[in-house]
């Protein structure tokens, strides 16, 4: 009997429950898993991008020819970006509405350009002065290679290999240079994924330069031992 009484008794208070309550409790526990999955998937996106920021900064740290000033001007970008993304994963876990943490997750990309903008722009600035170092040793070594062939017979091949590999050194450093100096003026309101690929083509150019400047070497210096 008190089994068939109780029974009753939750049928009766269900009864008496308004449906729209019933389904405000629905719609309640729908959005609050929502909110809990954008919120999830924002931190793990943000996560992503710290994680990526801090080798950038290591990167920006390890250049060799960028000035000081532009060194402390990439560093303090790269710094800007992480500060900013750490502030808006404190406020999206603090979100208490979807409405709220969408515009929050749609932050991390529309306010932070980090894949779109600083990833590239670290990578072409440090291909750039990696490539300069190379360019400044290349150059060295066509001064002693040329000081070599001036105590030797002139032979015009070889003179027409240090030739050769002046130019293309020459024209290496024009390109490498210029390319850092204008990626480092890159901002979010100034840019076209079709300008990165261009420096990107260009870094190329003086790459294949530093290469075929590399083979001249190596023909002068095959060229000296068989005198």
């Known amino acids: 009997l008190g089994l068939v009484l109780g029974t009753c008794l939750t049928a009766v208070s269900l009864a008496v429950i308004p449906a729209s309550a019933l389904a405000s409790t629905s719609t309640s526990s729908t959005s609050q898993a929502r909110l809990q999955r954008i919120i999830t998937r924002g931190n793990s996106e943000i996560s992503r991008r710290l994680a990526t920021l801090n ?42 509405t979807v409405t709220a943490a969408v515009t929050d997750a749609q932050n991390i990309i529309t306010e932070y350009h980090v894949y779109a903008l600083v990833v590239p722009k670290v990578n072409l600035v440090k291909t750039a002065d990696a490539q300069q170092v190379a360019e400044g040793k290349l150059a060295a070594l066509a001064s002693n290679l040329g000081t070599r062939l001036a105590g030797t017979t002139k032979d015009p091949a070889l003179q027409a290999a240090l030739t050769d590999m002046n130019t293309k050194v020459s024209a290496a450093q024009a390109i490498s240079s210029s390319v850092e100096s204008s990626v480092l003026n890159l901002e979010p309101t100034s840019y076209t994924a079709g300008e990165l690929a261009t420096y990107r083509d260009q870094l190329k150019t003086a790459q294949n330069d530093n290469q075929a400047a590399v083979n001249d070497a190596k023909t002068i210096i095959t060229g000296l031992k068989a005198q």
């Open 55 to 96: 080798t950038l900064a290591a990167k920006v740290n390890s250049t060799t020819k960028l000035s000081s000033d532009d060194q402390a001007s990439l560093s303090a970008e790269v710094a800007s970006e992480i500060s900013g993304l750490t502030s808006l994963k404190t406020q999206l876990d603090a979100e208490t």
